[in-house]
Structures are given as C-alpha cells and as structure tokens.
C-alpha cells in the first residue's frame, strides 16, 4: 500500500481561529477514505490518531492489524457533536454531561454504555464504548467529512511512543494505511484524560490534560482507577480503556527512572551511565531545562522546565523517539511529582521504562 502524505499546514492557517474549519476536496477525499473502510492518520490536540469509521467492524480490524495492537484495547470514537451520541451510547449518565459541559470539545474520552450500532470490534470485546469530542480543526473537519464517528488510537505502532508529529506516524506506518494529514506539532502531546462515567460516580482510568484535581472540584466522590499508580501491572487485566493494560511510549533501548533529590538522581545518574559506556553502551538521559548541563551521557535530552509541567507534557514523546534516533541503548530519565498534570506525566514514563524505577537514597 502507497500512504499520501497531505500538508494541512496552509488550510490551518487560513482557518486559525475557528472552530470548524471550511472542508477541502483533500479532507473529502480523506472522509471518503474513512466512509469506504480506509485509514487515515490525522491530529488531534492531543496526539496524532490512527482514523477509520468507527461503526464499521472490518475498519476497526484494519486498525489493531496497522498498528500491530491487541484486540482486546479498546478504541475511541471521535464525534463533533453531542447530538451524535445518541446513535452510539444507550443514555448520557447526569456525569457525562456535567463533563462536557466543562470540557468538550477537548482532550477527556467518557466512557458509557454502548448502543448495539458500535461494534465488538471497536470497543474490545466490551457493552462499554470510550467517546470523545476533540476541538482540533483538522480532527472535527474530517469527521464532519466522513460522516461517521470516527475510531482513532495513536497513530504509532503497538507499544512506540505515541505520535506528536506526522513524521513520527510516517516513521511507523508508512505503507500500511491510506493517507497521513499533517496539521504539524500537536498542542499537548498526552493522549486524553478518560473517566468512567457508567457507574455511581466517576473512575479516571488514565491521567492526562484533564487533572484528578480538575474532576474532584466536579465530584468529590470520584476516584482514581488503581492501575494509573500502580507498580506491578496485573498481567491478567482485561482493559476497559486504552491505555490500562499493555506496555505502551516504549522507546528501543533499556530505560531506567530515578527517584530522589536532584543532587542525587544527577550524580548516580552519572554513575550508571559511566558504567554503560564502559560496556559499550550509547548512554541518553531525559533531563529537564534545569539539569540539563550536569549530566555526562553520549546524548541529553530536556523534555521542558519544571516551572512549566505543559512543556514537558508536549515533549515527552518527542524526546523518546529522539532516544531511537540516536541509537542509545542505555536510557535515564529523572522523574515527577505526581499531582496535577505531574501524575499523566508520570503514568506515561512508568510505562516506558516497564516499570523499572530506581530509588535514589541521600549520601
């Protein structure tokens, strides 16, 4: 398969500032795609996503195939308005629309009851569906053009850190979907908030923009789902949402988070990576604008300020694919407080480095 790489750069520029922008015969042509079963890559404000027509059983199936993904990880269908819910969920819990109240269009996926229109293929197997309105104007323009709600994962191969650039999507799937849109960097750079509205009160199941702070100041009685702190990921977890289960952002080499002061974490940071680089080893670390100078590795990478949790957020994915650009096989990563957009930080991190966290005592 030949994949069309589309420039959307232009058309956003001449749209800037509205929220629905005015449809082009390249973004008919990619809801066309989309309606007749195809693939096509596309941004959102979060991360890329990896669209096919979210009611059509075989598109969802041409999704897990591209990206390599295991079918019982749910997709998101993506929709522009509220009206569209009523063919795809059996009710609108009181929750959900105190939710979208607050912060639709934008990065929270729900999660509700599904209608039988929404196939097992999309949903994993589950009588739940995950749902989201994003406000990115290229996202809503091609589901406005396609007509359907739209199933969208990242669109990264299974397990790769998650696209914040359409070259990272061209990097993983070139040759195995239909078209690439290219809107340029995303805003974010953390997949969605989702939160459990289906029982008596809200569940978060995977951190992001949207805070546990932001969702206890609309409901007190909500609460985080275990498996976002957890260190030891129970392998026999059936997922109810992307993102619960699976190792995922996973660069090549070896990775590594230390915990502790930053006097120390910088100083056995060192050690370690003197020692891989007497083994042979390409040494990376993840630093921060306000380490950076202090370390000696082949290779160190600032994913943003402290004093600006948004800019590590946005460049998070991006330092781990520079990881694999340069070939290091020994990788180091400081770690964050996890409160407020530190914890979606964190959950993602976690999971790139498998788990493996090293806790750094003072000298």
């Known amino acids: 398969m030949k994949t069309r790489y589309i420039s959307l750069i232009d058309w956003m520029k001449e749209n800037n500032g509205k929220r629905d922008g005015v449809i082009t015969p390249l973004i008919e042509e990619a809801g066309r795609i989309i309606k007749n079963g195809g693939l096509v890559a596309f941004p959102t ?10 009611l059509n059983a075989e598109a969802s199936k041409k999704i897990y195939a591209a990206k390599g993904r295991p079918s019982d990880n749910p997709l998101i269908l993506h929709i522009t308005e509220m009206s569209d819910l009523d063919g795809i969920v059996e009710e609108v819990p009181e929750a959900a629309r105190i939710l979208t109240d607050k912060y639709w269009p934008g990065p929270l996926t729900m999660i509700m009851k599904k209608k039988s229109l929404v196939p097992y293929s999309t949903t994993g197997g589950l009588d739940t569906v995950a749902v989201r309105m994003p406000s990115h104007i290229a996202a809503r323009a091609l589901i406005k053009a396609a007509g359907t709600p739209i199933a969208a994962p990242s669109a990264n191969s299974s397990g790769r850190p998650s696209p914040t650039r359409a070259e990272h999507v061209k990097e993983d799937l070139d040759g195995k979907i239909d078209m690439i849109l ?10 969605s908030t989702i939160i459990d509205v289906t029982g008596e009160s809200p569940v978060m199941l ?3 923009y949207i805070t546990e702070e932001m969702m206890l100041k609309l409901f007190p009685d909500a609460s985080l789902d275990p498996v976002i702190t957890t260190l030891h990921p129970d392998p026999n977890l059936r997922p109810k949402a992307p993102g619960m289960k699976y190792r995922h952002y996973a660069p090549r080499g070896d990775m590594a988070i230390y915990e502790g002061s930053e006097r120390a974490v910088i100083e056995r940071i060192n050690k370690d990576a003197a020692k891989a680089k007497e083994a042979g080893h390409i040494t990376a670390v993840l630093a921060t604008d306000e380490t950076k100078e202090a370390y000696k590795a082949d290779f160190v990478f600032s994913a943003g300020s402290r004093k600006n949790p948004d800019s590590i957020a946005h460049n998070l994915f991006d330092v781990l694919r520079k990881f694999d650009e340069a070939g290091a096989d020994s990788l180091f990563s400081e770690s964050f407080n ?10 993602r991190l976690r999971k790139a480095a498998g788990y493996n966290i090293i806790k750094v005592e003072e000298k």
């Open 182 to 191: 290219d809107g340029g960097p995303v805003g974010i750079g953390l997949e």
């Open 206 to 208: 995977r951190p992001g």
């Open 338 to 347: 996890d409160d407020n957009l530190g914890l979606a930080i964190m959950n």
């Open 45 to 54: 404000e979060t991360v890329y996503g990896l669209g096919g027509d979210g």
